[in-house]
């Protein structure tokens, strides 16, 4: 029984891509996790997502290109202010500039940075460098 799918998802790509792997499968997926990944992807972190039987018992393909480093997701989730992303900016991230904060927001989710631009707050999700 998996308490935290989306943790999972995102132990089992690091873990792939450490090992040499080329793509993996990720079972059962959500919509917040596909948006996850969504983000990853657009952020070259890793290749195109491929969801297999959206209607049944879903399951996405990953393909995997080598330019992550780490991600996990953020546990407990914090809720930060639209000026307090800094604080967790160092927590997270090795330095200034370099990877992502995933953030739900009232207007969905995003990175860190597409929600201080809106000036919105939200609740920290998952990180990716």
């Known amino acids: 029984?998996?308490?935290d799918p989306l943790a999972n998802a995102l132990n089992t790509i690091l873990h792939a891509q450490k090992v040499g792997k080329n793509e993996c499968v990720l079972?059962?997926?959500s919509s917040v996790m596909l948006r996850v990944l969504d983000i990853m992807n657009t952020h070259h972190y890793?290749?195109?997502v491929d969801v297999e039987n959206?209607?049944?018992q879903a399951s996405a393909k990953v393909a995997l290109i080598g330019s992550l480093?780490?991600?996990a997701v953020i546990k407990p989730r914090f809720s930060?202010?639209?000026d307090n992303y800094e604080k967790f900016e160092k927590r997270y991230l090795p330095a200034r500039g370099i990877g992502i904060l995933v953030v739900s927001t009232s207007q969905g989710i995003?990175?860190?940075e597409e929600a201080k631009k809106k000036g919105l707050g939200g609740t920290l999700i998952a990180y990716a460098y």
């Open 1 to 3: 029984m998996l308490n």
């Open 27 to 29: 079972f059962p997926i």
């Open 54 to 56: 959206p209607k049944a």
């Open 110 to 112: 995003m990175t860190h």
């Open 69 to 71: 480093n780490k991600c």
């Open 46 to 48: 890793i290749g195109k």
């Open 80 to 82: 930060v202010k639209k």
